[in-house]
């Protein structure tokens, strides 16, 4: 399993790159696309949005089945990937390029307080 | 515990992501679903269905019995051969499963019925034999397994790995079949698209799936069969009908003989309540995807999705659906997907077969 050890984890499969600039790129892990398969439509935040943690941000669709990705932390959405409105399968080639929306946290300490790569690969082998 | 066909350590070879599907161990795709899909409508593909049951159907009273079984009429069945698709219902006109017979001779038919179903199907049949004291053996035949091989190209990789089988069913039309030694050779799919399904004694099939796939033929898994069969506008047991739906409600009716006066086994229930329900397709026009049990809302009322997915050959969101019987083709309705009302046109429920949009 492809799990980067400089990026950051949740229980519920997003991973999380702390930006230089403070802000902070979400996207779904290797993991996560290969559960659901061939990806067919994402449906993105809104920019400016705000999101409490563990809140529904984005929803990820398969062939197979509806995923929802939910923000990792609290914070205001800042960017989409809008490249994936025509190609959703940018995400199954690549996960941790292909990101999903970008946002600045509330608090970034939240950020430190996320898994990393060794607590998120346990997770998923519960 | 789960099943497994003959083939399961050849899927693992192939690289299979394997999931549970009625109890059998199946491949699910092996890398992509949707290049699986595409190879299927453009050249052509391999599927396992081993897990679906052959069921042999012979004696002095066969005929008399699947007249009575099966909601079509089997004497449409007049050259040794041909195939015909059916419901088999229950006394109140619920689908008990749907199935394909064959006939092979007089006296003689085979019977395909779904893997999920199949020990329900062979106890149903097995009762109703009982009851009606008919002279029939009816053997369900575990020891065979099936290779679906679809696809434009299909027909000709089959003679090409299969040379024998070639000179007797080089002339087959489709929903026909024929006997080559082992191989029982019928052109009869779940794709919408030419081939051949060849059912064969089990110890041989990993030797048939390895040749073909030596001769380019590409595995396919079940969630490419379940869009593909979506986009043929085909139903899925279980998911479109089921013991508690009428084959009228179902998009069924054709396949429903209540024109003779044959009886057969829920023919009264289906003569006292007719069609409550249109079966159709839908073509979503917003951007989103389309699955099985979102309300759909019409100005005539509410229906139902019963299948839906993304459709690789149209590039949108399509499904099958239960509306209405007010609700014409051409109608825009809207479809409750999560927390938003998408827009949908109904249409006829074939999407695409023969490597072409039908819309």
């Known amino acids: 399993m492809n799990v980067p050890a400089n990026l950051k984890y949740t229980k519920s499969h997003e991973w999380v790159r702390a930006e230089a600039d403070g802000t902070i790129t979400v996207g779904i892990t290797e993991h996560a696309q290969d559960l659901l398969g061939d990806l067919v439509f994402i449906d993105l935040p809104e920019v400016g949005g705000k999101l409490a943690a563990a809140q529904e941000a984005a929803v990820v669709e398969s062939v197979k089945a509806a995923a929802d990705v939910y923000a990792p932390v609290a914070g205001t959405v800042t960017a989409v990937n809008a490249a994936l409105a025509d190609a959703p399968e940018l995400v199954n080639q690549d996960a941790y390029a292909a990101w999903l929306f970008k946002m600045t946290p509330a608090d970034l300490g939240d950020v430190d307080a996320l898994l990393d790569a060794a607590a998120y690969t346990a997770s998923v082998g519960e | ?260 006066p044959r009886d057969f086994v829920g023919k009264a229930a289906l003569l006292a309540k007719p069609a409550q329900r249109q079966f159709l397709g839908l073509l979503l026009q917003d951007r989103g995807v389309l699955r099985a049990h979102q309300k759909v809302v019409t100005s005539a009322g509410d229906g139902e999705i019963t299948s839906g997915s993304f459709s690789p050959t149209l590039q949108q969101s399509i499904a099958l659906v239960r509306l209405p019987l007010a609700v014409s083709i051409g109608d825009l309705v809207k479809v409750e997907v999560r927390d938003k009302l998408l827009t949908a046109r109904v249409v006829k429920p074939c999407f695409a077969r023969n490597g072409k949009a039908m819309i």
């Open chain 2, 1 to 260: 515990m789960t099943q497994k066909t003959v083939l399961n350590d050849a899927h693992r070879r192939f690289g299979a992501k394997m999931v549970d599907f009625g109890g059998w161990d199946m491949p699910l795709h092996y890398g992509s679903q949707i290049e699986e899909h595409h190879a299927v409508r453009q050249d052509c593909g391999m599927f396992d269905v081993s897990h679906m049951c052959a069921v042999d159907v012979a004696g002095a009273d066969a005929q008399a019995f699947l007249l009575r079984l099966l909601a079509n009429n089997v004497t449409k069945l007049k050259t040794p051969g041909k195939a015909l698709y059916s419901a088999m219902l229950n006394e109140a006109g619920g689908v008990v499963d749907d199935l394909i017979v064959y006939f092979v001779s007089d006296g003689q038919y085979r019977i395909v019925i779904n893997a999920g179903t199949a020990e329900k199907d062979l106890a149903w049949m097995a009762a109703r034999l009982a009851d009606w004291q008919l002279e029939v053996a009816v053997i369900a035949r575990r020891d065979l397994a099936i290779i679906a091989v679809q696809g434009p190209n299909a027909r000709a990789k089959v003679w090409q790995v299969l040379p024998e089988t070639r000179a007797a069913s080089e002339g087959l039309k489709p929903f026909f079949s024929v006997a080559v030694g082992d191989y029982f050779v019928a052109s009869t799919g779940y794709t919408g698209e030419d081939g051949f399904e060849i059912t064969l004694p089990a110890s041989k099939a990993e030797e048939l799936w390895q040749a073909l796939a030596d001769a380019g033929v590409k595995p396919i898994g079940l969630g490419a069969r379940d869009t593909l069969r979506l986009e043929a506008g085909m139903n899925l047991y279980g998911q479109d009908m089921d013991e508690t739906v009428s084959p009228l409600d179902a998009g069924l009716a054709w396949t429903v003989d209540l024109v003779t």
